[in-house]
């Protein structure tokens, strides 16, 4: 019984993995299409969010059959609760990827010419680094990695704003009012997927002790720490 339970969970893992990776890959291909204005990477980004939300079905029926056949408890009870959570945010990031590409898409004129106004490459990066962060945090149950993932953030809030600063400078000779809320949407869509990143690493803390840390970041780590949460030696371990 054991060994078939640590057969399932290790599967689970797998195909985790698996969605992070893939929602990974759909960020990189999202970030290379708005580089170039690439029609085609949009369309495969678009196509490609089916086997994100199979898969993402597939992990939250992998969970279920787990609690049906076995009684899961402690940390790997909390590990079970927090799958599909991970998962959702996973399935969320590939959402948001095929929006940032139907807005790409939708833009009009020279649309690498209008996106080079702004800074996006640092929030792609951002997001990249964190989705791929809190899956390895997760997968290695390490709140430290999961902090730092969580860390990214605040310097995407900050470029996030930059941007929309940029955006409110710019004049309709430079930026049609059209493509102006296209690139709204964009930095919205990016903002948001860090968001979701974000998230999935404070599922990782909530593995590891026991605590919700979505809206408290900051108080929750200077808690666990016993030190202010801007000292980067107090990131719990």
Known sequence: MFSAFTDSVLDLERAVILLGQMAEKDVVNVMMATIEGSDELADEIIHFDDEIDRLDEGITWMVQEIFSTFNPQSGDLRFLLAVPRVSSHLELIGDLCVE??????????????????????????SVIGMTSGAVNALIDRSAKRAWRAMAILDAS??????????????????????????????????YVMACNA?????????????VDVRYQRAKAM????????????????
Request: glycine share 6%; proline share 6%.
């Open 198 to 210: 974000g998230d999935i690493a404070a599922n990782v803390v909530y593995i590891t002790h026991g």
């Open 157 to 190: 809030k900050r470029t996030f704003r930059a941007n929309l600063d940029i955006l409110s400078t710019l004049s309709d000779k430079d930026v049609t009012p059209y493509n102006r809320v296209r690139l709204t949407l964009i930095c919205n869509a990016l």
């Open 100 to 125: 940032v590409a139907r807005h790409m898409k939708e833009m009009e004129g020279n649309r690498t010419a209008v996106l080079d106004r702004l800074n996006l490459i640092p929030l792609f990066e």
């Open 222 to 237: 200077e808690e666990l720490s016993g030190k202010k949460p801007d000292d980067p030696k107090s990131l719990p371990g």
